[in-house]
């Protein structure tokens, strides 16, 4: 079976930093370009970052733009999000997600609260 699990999420004060984890398992990684979506309470899943298969390219939406980095190891089979100077408005549940044109689509992991507050 495949599956994407997330952590890392917490507690964390506005202008504070968290890195999100994503390890995948259960198809090969490196066929696969990556993605974190973001869902807060009563609001649609929005894209957050995504990187390709190889790791070489990266995009990100704009309200994260120079606050997060997304980037992956091929080795550990995971992909990150390093978030700094986070806002309130950052906090939603932070879910992985894997996607490719020629293989098999691949479920979406648990999720990871991410809440900053004061």
């Known amino acids: 079976q495949v599956q994407l699990v997330e952590s890392g999420g917490g507690l964390v004060q506005p202008g504070g930093s968290l890195r999100l984890s994503c390890v995948a398992s259960?198809?090969?990684?490196?066929?696969?370009?990556m993605s974190w979506y973001r869902q807060a309470p009563g609001k649609e899943r929005e894209l957050v970052a995504g990187?390709?298969?190889?790791?070489?390219?990266?995009r990100y939406a704009a309200f994260v733009k120079g606050r997060f980095t997304i980037s992956r190891d091929t080795a550990k089979n995971t992909v990150y999000l390093q978030m700094n100077s986070l806002k309130p408005e950052d906090t939603a549940v932070y879910y992985c997600?894997?996607?490719?044109?020629?293989?098999?689509?691949?479920?979406w992991g648990q999720g990871t609260q991410v809440t900053v507050s004061s």
């Open positions: 997600n894997a996607n490719s044109e020629r293989y098999r689509a691949i479920r």
């Open positions: 259960g198809f090969i990684f490196s066929n696969y370009d």
């Open positions: 990187i390709t298969s190889t790791g070489t390219i990266s």
